[in-house]
Nanobody, 124 residues
Framework: QVQLVESGGGLVQAGGSLRLSCAASGRTFSTYAMDWFRQAPGKERVFVAAISWSGDSTYYADSVKGRFTISRDNAKNTVYLQMDSLKAEDTAVYYC?????????????????WGQGTQVTVSS
């Protein structure tokens, strides 16, 4: 069982930056690949970014590539999402997710665990 708690959301102007954090419980965090998803009002939840268990591989949705950076610190059981050059269309609830995967296809698998989400609002 893995519990995930997101933080760092808030209100920011377009062009600004935010860094989201996701703290995970459990001693096996380093064996989980991690994802960020987001859900805008009235829309389905969509994939944003993924990082492998070791942190040496990342994968991004086209809509955020070049603006967002996913990273992790296994010593702190934490994954991050650095969001730069934010746009109004990035407004959403952002969810952290974990999946038990240590192979190279980690970004294709459905998550096993989800956090409760953190709101990000970008004003234009």
């Amino acid at each position: 069982q893995v519990q995930l708690v997101e933080s760092g959301g808030g209100l920011v102007q377009a062009g600004g930056s935010l860094r989201l954090s996701c703290a995970a419980s459990g001693r096996t965090f380093s064996t989980y690949a991690m994802d960020w998803f987001r859900q805008a009002p009235g829309k389905e939840r969509v994939f944003v970014a993924a990082i492998s268990w070791s942190g040496d591989s990342t994968y991004y949705a086209d809509s955020v590539k070049g603006r967002f950076t996913i990273s992790r610190d296994n010593a702190k059981n934490t994954v991050y999402l650095q969001m730069d050059s934010l746009k109004a269309e990035d407004t959403a609830v952002y969810y952290c997710a974990a999946k038990a995967s240590t192979d190279s296809y980690y970004y294709q698998y459905e998550p096993d665990y989800w956090g409760q989400g953190t709101q990000v609002t970008v004003s234009s």
